[in-house]
């Protein structure tokens, strides 16, 4: 059986186009590792539009649950599947996953999201799980009244700081540059809370502790001074490293495994593949922006399809 579409990733790219294409009747996988995407570790989301606040958990169910509403002739869901390969062949592409399934297909829309970057610096993935951790909402309950860090400046950032001052005796966002990332209206609301210090202009270079973190060694860029803090807490957001690996043969990425697309159509370099959401080369990273692009992808697959 060649389906018509293959669509990875279940986070709001990936459920958008699914439901998408079966309304509009594309005989359609969605392969996915997991539901709901990255925002499934934030406490509340506030601008997922037409819904006041919603936890991440809660975004997550409710993707599964439009996607599953939909499952029937012309859509199928193969949950728990991580894509391993995908290769060309002459009715299209080949799907493979992890677990050995292989799936053929006319068109493929890429929507695998990004991860976690890591620290660099001495001792981060020693001491990775036993103080520093890259999820505040899961692990910041831990450190109810000790003193946290949290390492960038980003909106991600930002969001990881409000949620630990609800517990931690003080926090302390650590910033590579003069300028942070994060929204301004978000930045002054977390700065005004008096637990709460930023520094910037800082390269960090050790985590210090035998079996826990007891401290973070950095260097103040502009003097070049080294400087200690006794936590016992850190909490990495230094940004993603888009899913793209399964993809490297097939389709075009940028300097930073990135894939390239065309903007209008979300067309990748490589014909009967486009790709939506994170794991593209876009400026913006929101839920709302991905769901959207997925469709404007789902738009132009049902074009494509159809002109064959
Ligand atoms: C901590 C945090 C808080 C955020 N808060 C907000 C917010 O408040 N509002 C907002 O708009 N945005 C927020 N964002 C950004 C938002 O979460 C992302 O822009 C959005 O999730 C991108 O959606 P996506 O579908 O492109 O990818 P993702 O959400 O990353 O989803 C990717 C999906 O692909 C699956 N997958 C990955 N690799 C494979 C593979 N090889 N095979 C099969 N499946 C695969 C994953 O399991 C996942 O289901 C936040 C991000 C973070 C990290």
């Not at 859509?75 to 894509?83: D, I, R, S, W």
């Not at 520094?199 to 080294?226: A, C, M, P, R, S």
């Amino acid at each position: 059986m060649t389906y018509d579409l293959v669509i990875i990733g279940g986070g709001p790219a990936g459920t958008s186009a699914a439901v998408y294409a079966a309304r509009k009747k594309l005989k359609t996988l969605l392969v996915t590792s997991e539901w709901g995407g990255q925002s499934v570790v934030s406490e509340k989301i506030y601008n997922w539009i037409g819904t006041v606040a919603i936890s991440g958990s809660e975004l997550a169910e409710s993707f599964k649950k439009h996607t599953m509403a939909n499952v029937g002739e012309s859509l199928e869901v193969a949950e728990g599947e991580k894509v391993s390969k995908i290769s060309k062949t002459e009715a299209g592409f080949l799907v493979e996953t992890e677990s050995s399934k292989k799936f053929e297909t006319k068109t493929v829309l890429i929507s695998s999201g990004s991860g976690r970057r890591k620290l660099e610096a001495i001792n981060a993935d020693r001491l990775e799980h036993k103080g520093l951790t890259y999820c505040a909402s899961c692990d910041g309950p831990l450190f109810d009244g000790q003193d946290v860090v949290v390492v960038g400046g980003g909106n991600a950032g930002f969001e990881s700081a409000s949620q630990l001052l609800a517990y931690c005796r003080s926090v302390t966002l650590l910033h590579r540059s003069q300028e942070f990332r994060a929204d301004e209206i978000t930045v002054e609301k977390v700065l005004k809370n008096p637990k709460m210090k930023a520094i910037k202009n800082v390269d960090i270079l050790e985590i210090t502790g035998e079996k826990f973190v007891d401290g973070i060694i950095y260097k103040d860029k502009i003097t070049g001074e080294q400087q200690k803090l006794d936590v016992t807490g850190i909490f990495v957001e230094i940004g993603q490293i888009p899913n793209t690996d399964f993809a490297r043969d097939v389709v075009a990425l940028d300097e930073i495994n990135r894939i390239k697309i065309d903007t209008l159509t979300q067309k990748t370099q490589t014909p009967g593949i486009w790709a939506a959401g994170d794991c593209t080369n876009v400026l913006y990273h929101q839920n709302n922006i991905a769901a959207g692009d997925a469709v404007r992808a789902l738009e132009d697959i049902y074009l494509a399809i159809h002109a064959r």
